[in-house]
Every structure is written in C-alpha cells, then in structure tokens.
C-alpha cells in the first residue's frame, strides 16, 4: 500500500519505490563483489577427464602368415583391394543412402544443439523483459487513494547470473563437447558396419550367383550322364539301375538350385535395404553375374596400438568416459553454495488519484518512475539428506562402469581381428587344397566317363566321381566367398572404413533443406562447422568450440 508521504529532496512514487540516485561507492562495492566472485571461478571440482589404460598386444601373431604383414597402413577405401567398380559403386551408394547412417548423421547435429545450450548457461541464466497493464480495483476505506479503480502500467528487465564458481556449468559445456564426439565416433562405427555389411553382402551374391553357375554346369555334365546310361541301357548293356541312379542325382542337384535362387534374392534384398532402396531395384547395379571378389595385394596389418586411434567403437567408449566424467563436478558443485548476482529495472505509473494529487500514465518513464535493485546473493542446499552426496556417487559409479566397458570394448577388438585374421589365413590354405580337389575331381568325372563307355568300370564309379564332383565344387565356391568375406570381416576389425566421411558431407542435402525449413539452424549445419571435432580423441579436443 501507499503511504501517501513525502520525503525531503525525493518524492516517493507511485509504485512504492523511492526515486533511484546512483551511489558511486555502492557500485564500485557492487562491481568488487561480482570481479571477486568471478575471479574465484577457478575453484572447479570433480575429476578431470583421465584416458584409461588398457591391455594391448605387441604385435599379431598371424602377421607370420604370408598373406599378412605389418607396416603403416591406409585403410581409408579397403574394399578398392577387390579391384571391383561395381562394389565401389555400391559403396558410395550405401554412404549417400542408407538411413541408419543417415539417423546418425543427424544425431550429431542434435549433440551440437545441445552442446550450444551447455554454453548458453555460462551467461546470465535468467533474463526476461515483462510489461503489464493492469486495471485495478480496491477498497476505498482502507487506502489514502481518493479513487477505487485505477490503471497501473510497468515495463521492467530482470536478470540473474550463477557465477560458475565450482565449474558447474563449465563442467556441462566439457560433457557437451564430448556428446558431440561421441555422436560422431557412434556415426563412424556405424559407417564401418555398413561399409563391411556391404561387402560382405556384395560378396555372398556374387558367391551364391557362382554356386548357380556351378549347380548349372554339374547338370549338364549329369544330363550327358544320363543320356549315356539310356543308350547302353538300349544296348542292353546295363540294367536300368544306371538309368534310375543317374536320374535321382540329376533330380538332387536340380532341386538344389530354387534354395540358392531363394538365398541369393534375399541376399540382394538385403543389398537393397543397405543402399536404401526398394527390393528388386539393384538389377541395373548389379548387372549380370560376376566373379567371386578376390584381393590380389598382401594385407597390411598396423599394430595393435594403432587401434585405440583406428577403431570408432573404441573412441566411442572413451568419449563416453569423458561425457560422463564432468557429470561427477555438476554433481559435486551442488554440495556448495550457489553465488549470483541479481537486478531488476523497471518503470512503473498508475493514474489513481491519491488525497495529495493525481497521477498519469504517461508518466512512465519519467525520473520519477524508475526503479531498480541489483546486488550479490548466494544459495545453499544444507540440509538435503545426503541426497547431493548419493546423487555424485551414482555419476562416479557411472564413470567406473564406462571405464571398465572401455577396457572390454578395447579386449574385443583384439579379439576380433585375431580371429579375423586367423579365419582368413586360413580359409586361404583351405581354399587351395579345396581348389586342387576340384580339379582332381573335374579330372575323375572325366576319366570315369570314358571308362565306363568303354566298360571297364561300373555306373557306381561315374556315379562316385559326379557326386564327388558336386561336393566339392560347392565347397570349393563357398570357400572362396568365405575367403573374402573374411578379409572384409578383417578390414573391419581393424576399423578401416570410417575415413570416408572426412571428403563427404554427414548430412544429406535432403534432410539439410527439411531441417531448414522448420527451424532455424544458424550456421550448425554448414559442412565445416564439424571442424570443431577432434579425430584424435585427446583432452584438447574438448575444448569449447569457437561458433
């Protein structure tokens, strides 16, 4: 309520606020406290973001293998070691198309989003400009206003700024930056799957497409045998057993042939969904069917250090590690009391009539209608029930889960290139002696044939010699997919593939201009703005970005 009084060299106003006269040593007081409060930011606590040790291999057993060797290696563009342009095609394909991909793409751009609300907290937190214009009524007994119903008009600015004394909020900006890179090494580990799913794929139709060949070739060549076993048959010189033995072997791997025809369409469905794209949409792609893929170069194998840096999955554990570290500081911060400063300022003005004179509106931004207060404050959580302290234990078991996982995730990898390597060393020996059995077994089919014609031996031999002939050559094709498909399953576990993204845009056109057009994005979706990254995953990578 008003008082209605006076006062020697200041009118009271008509807000309730007294006239504002600006005390120059109130204000150098003021400016002391904040540069003080400021200047004591350095105190920030919780752990800093420490790299965990991990065990690591000297070297690789398998590099003694002749296909092997150990040196400095660019596994920018693996797959071109297959010397395949169509692979390479489809290759480029799946990275423009594929919507996982394009999923995490676009989670990266989130992750900046949010990193910029991270550093939007390091400024004032709180500020707000508010204006009103309120009719009021009130009872006339209890006040010197000679007038019940009055307007009121205010316009006003307020703010607040937590001084991040312990590091809390740039502790946030610290977790933000490491979201971002954890958004991104999650998008490169998924570009190492797809680019290896490919090829792999690519790999078993062209394998599959090989074993229809095969399947086609081995009917005939049973077809000849068949027709021969008729004629002697007519000759009356065989029983029609021959006839009836050579015509269950060609019905067997005729039926053969639907179940490779079904797994090779589902192989390219499969391919289709990958470059995402309709079933059936991958005939031009493809063309007609071609050669089992082979690497005609020694694989190089760089030591196992090198795959801390390599591997996206192991980048992706560590920056989870230094996501979740500042959370402990944020945590801890909450334990001490909260410094700020505050201010508001304002004009306020009312027409009401009081028993000493009449006011007006327009006297909103006279001298005599501005207020405002401004000053240090603090805040302190004392009494929370050790909820602050379980609250900083729960982030730091956190940590000590993400830090162990990194330890696993760093073993696996180990593990699967060993096993990679080991798998694909050895289908190579395997597919030689396979190879050589073929051979022998082309040879014996041939042989059994002219003998039998001839009679010197029985239908029982040519009959052994085809079914020989059939096993081997679909063990001989399989194996030599298998041969490939380990070598792909290599480049991967030592996570070749990734660099890629490095010459190419993360976000596709298409979703660039959707994205734009319902928000406004600044300049977070320009190509370049990704130079914030770091693709060593070192502590100098989290340093706050410059846009």
């Excluded at 694909?424 to 077994?441: D, G, V, W």
Aim: with cysteine.
């Amino acid at each position: 309520m008003y008082s209605g009084k006076s006062h020697k060299g200041s009118d009271l106003n008509r807000t309730g606020y007294f006239p504002v006269k600006l005390n120059p040593s109130r204000l150098w007081w003021l400016a002391g406290v904040a540069i003080f409060l400021i200047m004591s930011g350095c105190a920030t606590v919780g752990p800093d973001f420490v790299k965990p040790e991990a065990q690591l291999l000297e070297d690789w057993t398998e590099t003694k293998a002749p296909e092997l060797s150990t040196g400095q290696a660019d596994y920018n563009n693996w797959w071109q070691v297959f010397g395949d342009p169509v692979l390479d095609n489809l290759v480029q394909k799946a990275y423009e198309q594929n919507l996982s991909l394009q999923i995490a793409g676009i989670r990266i751009y989130e992750a900046r989003a949010q990193l910029g609300i991270a550093i939007g907290s390091l400024y004032p937190q709180q500020q707000s400009v508010s204006a009103d214009l309120a009719t009021n009524k009130i009872g006339v007994e209890d006040t010197n206003l000679v007038d019940s119903t009055f307007n009121s008009l205010s316009l006003g600015f307020d703010a607040l700024w937590e001084i991040d004394i312990w590091g809390k909020y740039s502790r946030s900006v610290q977790s933000g930056v490491a979201g971002v890179q954890t958004s991104l090494a999650s998008y490169d580990n998924i570009l190492v799957s797809l680019t290896a799913e490919v090829a792999r794929t690519y790999i078993l139709i062209r394998t599959l497409e090989q074993q229809l060949i095969v399947a086609g070739a081995n009917v005939d060549l049973q077809k000849e045998s068949l027709w021969l076993t008729e004629v002697q048959f007519k000759e009356g010189s065989v029983s029609e057993l021959d006839v009836a033995q050579a015509k269950i072997l060609l019905n067997n791997t005729q039926a053969s042939i639907p179940r490779v025809e079904s797994s090779l369409r589902k192989a390219r469905n499969a391919l289709a969904i990958l470059l995402g794209m309709l079933p059936g949409q991958l005939t031009e792609i493809l063309k007609s069917p071609g050669e089992i893929p082979t690497a005609t170069e020694t694989v190089i194998v760089d030591i196992p250090n090198n795959l801390l840096r390599r591997r996206p999955d192991i980048r992706l554990a560590e920056m989870r590690i230094a996501a979740q570290s500042p959370q402990i500081g944020i945590a801890k911060a909450d334990l001490y009391p909260h410094f700020f400063l505050f201010g508001s300022i304002g004009w306020q003005s009312s027409d009401a009539t009081t028993a000493v004179g009449g006011n007006n509106l327009n006297d909103l931004f006279s001298y005599k209608s501005l207020y405002w207060k401004a000053g240090p404050g603090f805040s302190w959580d004392i009494l929370n029930y050790g909820r602050i302290k379980n609250r900083v234990r729960v982030e730091d078991a956190r940590l000590q889960q993400l830090v162990v996982d990194y330890k696993d995730t760093v073993l696996n990898a180990q593990r699967e290139v060993d096993d990679a390597m080991v798998a694909y060393t050895r289908s190579k020996e395997e597919e030689y002696f396979l190879k050589q059995s073929f051979i022998a077994a082309e040879r014996s089919v041939k042989l059994s044939l002219i003998q039998y014609k001839e009679g010197v031996v029985d239908y029982q031999r040519v009959l052994d010699s085809l079914r020989y002939l059939v096993t081997q050559s679909d063990l001989f094709t399989e194996v030599s997919g298998q041969v490939s498909t380990n070598l792909v399953a290599t480049y991967k576990a030592l996570g070749g593939g990734w660099e890629t993204r490095k010459d190419e845009d993360i976000l596709s056109e298409k979703n660039r201009n959707e994205m734009i057009q319902r928000t406004n994005w600044g300049k977070i979706l320009d190509p370049e703005a990704l130079n914030m990254t770091d693709d060593t995953n070192e502590s100098k990578g989290l340093q706050q970005p410059d846009w």
